[in-house]
């Protein structure tokens, strides 16, 4: 059971946007959470087929990096999260005897470049531990080490201190999925990480939240104004009862093609859509039609070259 878990921050948010508002839709369980379709499935991006030791927390898919999964915790719990079920089981950190197994591999591997520390939401650990971390990839080879987090929304105020951290990373990657997300505390956060090299955001194209030109067009201008370029605008993953969050593809695609005509080239988050069973992403310019004879998408998987059949759920 994926707990509803919301911070006294964001329920103040939400308290001002109202109990139907998209950024409550984010965060309360919905009874639609019942309805799982049969093409969705608790591991959605096949993590499974690419984990690598270290109990399942790091993953090794494309040949340049690695996910080093460093906590099952968050700040808040979204429920289009396609690590649902993980967080569901686990609510552990990364051990040392973890991370020593990482780093063994990671030394093993001098193709991974980049280190890329998610979760869960790493900033559920302390700094030092963070600190500790980032050093001790550092020392196995990476080159890069960028990190994910949406505790800049959820628990603005955590990330206030994060600012020596942040220097010693190369990117951080926040997550934002609406403009009512960019507030005042918002931005003394994005301050901090803003240490990084590198300050991006991915969001999720939720329906119900911003599926809509008007308001994906508001949150790149006010992520801009805000100094943090969108990056990607993920297609929710097959995770199990989520449905109620997808639009159909087609329509995606069209929302994606409509922000051209509104906003600058780097103010466009590409439209990205994870393959299901571990076979890598895709950007979704220019994929529309490409339906076989059951209606069914037929896309060709980056690292393979295999043609893949997908699937929607709505
Ligand atoms: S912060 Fe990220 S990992 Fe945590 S529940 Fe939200 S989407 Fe999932």
Redesign the pocket.
């Known amino acids: 059971m994926f707990v509803e878990k919301i911070t006294p921050y964001y329920r103040n948010l939400i308290d001002h946007d109202g109990p139907d508002g998209p950024l409550a839709r984010m965060v309360r369980h919905s009874e639609l959470e019942r309805r799982v379709r049969p093409e969705e499935r608790t591991d959605p991006i096949g993590d499974g087929r690419w984990q690598r030791g270290a109990n399942g927390r790091l993953i090794h898919h494309y040949p340049g990096r690695a996910l080093l999964l460093v906590t099952d915790r968050?700040?808040?719990?979204?429920r289009?999260?396609?690590?649902?079920d993980r967080?569901s089981r686990f609510s552990s950190d990364l051990t040392p005897e973890e991370l020593a197994a990482a780093c063994a591999y990671l030394a093993a591997h001098g193709e991974i470049h980049e280190v890329i520390l998610?979760?869960?939401?790493p900033l559920s650990l302390a700094d030092e531990t963070l600190t500790a971390v980032i050093g001790a990839v550092r020392k196995a080879g990476a080159r890069s080490v960028r990190l994910?987090t949406?505790y800049p929304v959820?628990d603005p105020v955590r990330c206030e201190s994060f600012g020596p951290v942040a220097a010693q990373l190369d990117t951080i990657v926040v997550?934002v999925n609406h403009r009512l997300e960019i507030t005042a505390e918002f931005l003394r956060a994005a301050a901090a990480l803003r240490r990084a090299r590198f300050l991006l955001n991915q969001s999720v194209l939720l329906k119900g939240v911003n599926d809509s030109e008007e308001e994906l067009a508001g949150l790149s201008l006010a992520l801009g104004e805000a100094g943090i370029l969108p990056y990607y605008l993920h297609y929710p993953d097959l995770a199990p009862g989520i449905s109620h969050f997808r639009i159909p593809l087609e329509a995606a695609i069209g929302l994606s093609r409509a922000l051209s005509g509104r906003l600058p080239g780097y103010l466009i988050p590409r439209l990205i859509l994870d393959i299901p069973g571990g076979k890598g992403k895709i950007p979704l310019a220019g994929q529309e039609g490409r339906k076989g004879d059951d209606g069914a998408y037929l896309f060709t998987a980056p690292l393979t070259g295999e043609t893949v059949t997908y699937r929607e759920a709505l």
């Not at 968050?74 to 979204?78: F, I, L, S, Y």
């Not at 289009?80 to 649902?84: A, M, S, V």
């Not at 998610?118 to 939401?121: A, F, H, I, K, V």
Request: hydrophobic share 25%; proline share 0%; net charge positive.
């Open positions: 968050c700040a808040a719990h979204c289009f999260c396609f690590r649902r967080l998610s979760g869960g939401d994910h949406r959820y997550h």
